[in-house]
């Protein structure tokens, strides 16, 4: 897998594949979910890592098949106000 990109790098209105560190998966990230994104989405700490939908993104790089890696989706329907996802 190549080294992930700085959140500070992050544009949510684009494609990308977002690492969540939390769950240590990688998430496939259209750039529909941008304006819940810009609502919702807060850094988690100094280190860079984004808290998002009960998620913590620590990370992305460009949208291109990698075949080491295990990809997570974001249904429209996990992303409510008012009802994060939480981990399993």
Known sequence: MERLRPMSQFDPSKP???HDDLNDKMIAWT???ADHWHRYAHPHDDGGII??????IDGWVEPRYQPDIEYAEISDEAIKPGKPRRAK
């Not at 808290?51 to 913590?56: A, F, H, P, S």
């Open 16 to 18: 990308a594949v977002l």
């Open 31 to 33: 750039g529909e979910q």
């Open 51 to 56: 808290e998002w939908d009960g998620l913590l």
